[in-house]
């Protein structure tokens, strides 16, 4: 228990391995509140205040484990060893060819065939922070899933409240006994609004930049401005203002899947990005010492998926702000380096990045 607040454990049921999956609540003494799994360190739940003070959830949860086991879309959870798409599944270190296990096409997404999402961390209670707080640990053996090096990753969960608003910090750190390629993010799916479309959703994102991709997504190796194209969130915009011009990019993505080059990386932790509600009057502010964020506007969701109370989620009715280093860099020396961030962690190094989601109204 911490004096400003109180953390919980609590069993969740168990994967079809067998695993015993646990919820942590992290709850604030206003009734605020995450919940994180041990399977994928999950972000399930995320209860704030409304305009009008209502506590409602701003993240797709999903009933139970064999709901998250079935579902496609990373909903929740942390991802890795390397967030986003290697192109061919291929990547060299020190001259070395490496091979990750494809699962998006020709590419590895997200960590390969089995990735960080899909394994159960292990978990404790951190106390004397800010806040309540739950910290998880994976160990990622040498060769797993074809990365070189015995990778130890931590992500640290933090909830807060103050100034007004209730803040969600998640802190990533790894370490690595080979060099290998790390790149840490969270997939939570968003709604300030609870059900229904996000693209009246108003977004205002401070990157002058953005990360334009191939038919198989995969970037061009261009950093492109987003002066005059529907990239351009410098300027509060409504999130389904231009998401059906026909634009190549977003064509080729069905909709926003991009990463945008945030001004002023390489500088530490900055608001980068903020997102209002317009029906709940709610507002995330997000802050990072990320160079990148990932804008994906949930376009591959089906319907497939039935959230706590039983509604199918389907393509716009959530968001993913995924803060992280540039996709496919391990592959593009040009997207590393001058503030970007590298690409490959080596040993005695640390791997280290922050990003706090701050919700008021």
Do not use: K
Request: charged share 25%.
């Amino acid at each position: 228990m911490s004096a400003t607040g109180t953390v919980t454990r609590s069993p969740f049921g168990r994967t079809r391995r067998g695993e015993p999956v646990e919820r942590w609540e992290l709850r604030l003494p206003s009734g605020a509140s995450a919940h994180v799994l041990t399977r994928g360190a999950a972000l399930h739940r995320v209860v704030v205040p409304d305009a009008a003070g209502t506590l409602g959830d701003v993240v797709v949860a999903l009933p139970d484990v064999a709901s998250y086991e079935a579902a496609e879309g990373y909903p929740g959870a942390v991802v890795g060893r390397v967030a986003n798409r290697i192109g061919d599944g291929r990547f060299s270190v020190d001259g070395v060819e490496h091979r990750v296990p494809v699962n998006d096409g020709p590419n590895a997404l997200h960590g390969g065939a089995e990735g960080f999402d899909q394994r159960v961390w292990a978990a404790q209670e951190v106390t004397g922070g800010e806040g309540p707080a739950v910290r998880l640990v994976l160990v990622s053996p040498d060769g797993d899933m074809g990365f070189p090096g015995e990778l130890t990753a931590q992500v640290t969960y933090t909830l807060a409240e103050g100034d007004g608003e209730v803040r969600l910090r998640v802190d990533y750190r790894a370490t690595t006994t080979a060099p290998t390629p790390v790149n840490l993010t969270n997939h939570a799916y968003l709604n300030l609004d609870g059900p229904g479309t996000v693209e009246e959703h108003v977004l205002r994102l401070a990157a002058s930049r953005y990360v334009p991709v191939d038919e198989r997504l995969i970037p061009t190796g261009e950093l492109r401005e987003v002066e005059g194209t529907p990239f351009d969130f410098r300027s509060p915009t409504r999130l389904g203002e231009r998401l059906r011009e026909p634009d190549e990019q977003l064509l080729r993505a069905l909709g926003y899947d991009h990463c945008l080059v945030l001004d002023g990386a390489g500088t530490g932790e900055r608001d980068v990005a903020e997102l209002t509600g317009p029906r709940s009057g709610r507002r995330l502010r997000v802050r990072t010492d990320a160079p990148g964020v990932q804008l994906y506007t949930g376009n591959f969701l089906d319907g497939a998926w039935r959230t706590r109370e039983g509604r199918p989620v389907r393509q716009g009715d959530a968001l993913c702000l995924e803060t992280q280093l540039l996709p496919d860099a391990v592959n593009r020396p040009g997207f590393t380096g001058g503030g970007l961030g590298e690409a490959v962690l080596r040993p005695g190094e640390e791997f280290t990045t922050a990003t706090t989601f701050a919700f008021g109204a």
